[in-house]
């Protein structure tokens, strides 16, 4: 234990406590301001298909678009876990989420 007052030695590249809380309430800001500029509204799609019209065909169960000005991710609803209803034997669920 360390006595009443006496400081620690850090190692080359730590940051004490009140340095770590600086950089936490920086980045807090810097993210607001991004926020705060970058405000657009975000649409998801999902439609219900026959069990396997799609996913028989596709080699996926989600897919990140990067490139692309319309959807920014699709994914398949039973691959994710706990997700395998029993409507799953009937049907498959396509969300896909659009490029803000």
Known sequence: ARAAGESTAMADGEVGPAQLLDRLR???ESLQE??????????????AYPAGSLSTHLPFDAAALPSSEDFSLVVRDASRPGRHSACAKEEELWTAVATP
């Open 34 to 47: 991004l926020r705060d500029k970058h405000k657009a509204p975000v649409y998801t799609l999902s439609a």
């Open 26 to 28: 920086s980045l807090g």
